[in-house]
């Protein structure tokens, strides 16, 4: 913005203040980027502009050695490495999963001909035509593919679960549907079926990936090996008892699509509430906003059972909702358009690993992530980023109590007295000053009531802000724009 740009090299403004400068460094997708201070702005443009502000710039590090080959390499890792490999694993892992490739290999291929033979025995197509079965393999092979691409979702997983597990459920009788309508649409059968194969498997995934760690809340004497067998065994009992009911009411012969629309509600709503009876004993996002925002608001930190039963199981925030969740592992870029309200907040973060902050156009919390962040500064930075919105709201409450209530035009015009931009900065500067000691009693009061501190499980962005980088290519595009303000 012209404004902006004048106001920084304003008359009586430093030398240094003036000069260009890179503020700091982030990791994102493998990629160092730094981003900059440019007096010039549009005049003498270095890299992409941040938001709206000509004066914050972001350059990609072209001389980090991080080419093209490495980043497909990064790509390739994200899909078949657990995250934090190989730290986050056992030394067995790369044995094992070696060997279970090679023997899902041999038996992918065996599928092949195993498929064909069976099909050739019910009539389909004369021995030794291959098309059906490929056909039919294809569409296993969709079902796969998409399994493989889900995969980098994994991480997710442990932090949402029941959310995942519920949204799995969804996807089985969506990819349920999808199979019925090739019935009427005979001719797109191999698309229909790929696509309801795809959706079914990556239900299956999750499924999969979420009953472990749910078997393992409910197992109290080292016994997951035997709650994970009968449960199993439960579910197959049921399931071959569906199977007969299923098959008393297809000799009834009803439409098609009541008796899918009737069983599918069935199976939603006992998903619903199989979802709901779960009792997680750690913190994800979704429990501790209950958590942290009801300890603000009362100084009591809510049990496990109720927050579990206050726990949204389709998170879905309405855009007409003013509160927000913090994006947690956020970029510079999303949280700030300021060069000068990004110094100012680095500078009161400076001891932390994280950074937390707040978008006062969007009424949205942010929280950046240092190079080396574990899960308890994730934890406390979550904390941190209710902590500021809850002094904000205490701030507009005490203004509907000096000045009176409101409502429409006028109370949108005193928010926004709340939430410009020096308002936002001095409620930050007064949370740093709290933040240690309202943590410290939330988490002993959270330990008192039965929750895992030690097991948050807080999902994250990937973006890491990282120390100073001597890259010569940034280097050098920073000297370009001193040398021009210096001849000026």
């Not at 899960?375 to 809850?390: S, V």
Request: aromatic share 8%; proline share 5%.
């Amino acid at each position: 913005m012209a404004s902006q740009a004048s106001q920084a090299i304003a008359p009586g403004t430093s030398k240094a203040r003036a000069s260009s400068e890179a503020i700091c460094w982030e990791i994102y997708g493998g990629r160092k980027r730094a981003y900059v201070f440019n007096p010039l702005g549009k005049k003498k443009a270095v890299g992409r502009a941040v938001g709206g502000n000509v004066e914050l710039q972001v350059i990609e590090a072209k001389d980090d050695g991080r080419g093209p080959l490495r980043r497909v390499k990064n790509l390739a890792k994200s899909y078949m490495l657990p995250e934090g490999w190989p730290g986050s694993v056992a030394k067995g892992y790369a044995p094992y999963m070696g060997w279970r490739a090679i023997q899902h290999f041999f038996g992918g291929a065996m599928g092949v001909f195993t498929t064909r033979s069976l099909l050739a025995s019910l009539g389909v197509g004369r021995p030794g035509t291959s098309a059906a079965a490929i056909n039919w393999v294809l569409k296993d092979g969709a079902g796969r593919f998409g399994k493989m691409l889900f995969a980098r979702q994994g991480r997710k997983l442990d932090g949402e679960l029941k959310q995942y597990r519920l949204a799995g459920n969804v996807l089985m009788e969506v990819g349920a549907g999808m199979e019925l309508a090739t019935v009427w649409c005979p001719q797109f059968f191999l698309p229909l079926a790929c696509l309801a194969n795809l959706t079914k498997q990556v239900a299956a995934v999750t499924a999969s990936a979420t009953r472990a760690p749910i078997y393992k809340s409910l197992a109290l004497e080292y016994n997951l090996g035997d709650i994970t067998a009968k449960g199993e065994s439960v579910g197959n009992l049921t399931d071959l008892m569906g199977t007969a009911v299923g098959i008393y009411l297809a000799k009834k012969n009803p439409a098609t699509w009541v008796a899918f629309a009737g069983l599918s509600s069935g199976f939603l709503l006992a998903s619903y509430l199989e979802v709901k009876s779960v009792r997680l004993p750690y913190l994800n996002r979704a429990r501790l906003q209950i958590a942290a925002r009801t300890f603000l608001e009362s100084g009591k930190v809510p049990g496990v059972d109720e927050a579990n039963n206050r726990e949204k199981l389709w998170p879905v925030t309405p855009p007409w909702v003013v509160e927000k969740q913090p994006i947690i592992g956020a970029t510079v870029a999303e949280a700030f358009e300021n060069p000068d309200d990004l110094r100012r907040t680095l500078k009161l973060f400076e001891k932390s690993k994280y950074v937390t902050a707040y978008c006062p156009e969007k009424r949205q919390p942010y929280v950046l992530l240092k190079e080396g962040a574990c899960q308890k500064d994730l934890l406390k930075g979550c904390f941190h980023a209710f902590l500021l919105q809850h002094i904000l709201e205490e701030r507009v409450a005490a203004l509907d109590k000096e000045r009176g209530p409101v409502d429409g035009i006028r109370k949108w015009q005193r928010e926004r007295v709340v939430h410009s931009s020096e308002t936002v900065h001095q409620a930050l500067k007064d949370s740093c000053h709290q933040i240690s000691s309202r943590f410290s009693d939330f988490r002993e009061e959270a330990v008192q009531h039965g929750w895992n501190m030690d097991d948050a499980m807080i999902n994250a962005g990937e973006a890491r802000i990282i120390p100073r980088h001597g890259s010569i290519w940034v280097q050098s595009k920073l000297a370009k724009i001193n040398e021009i303000l210096h001849q000026q």
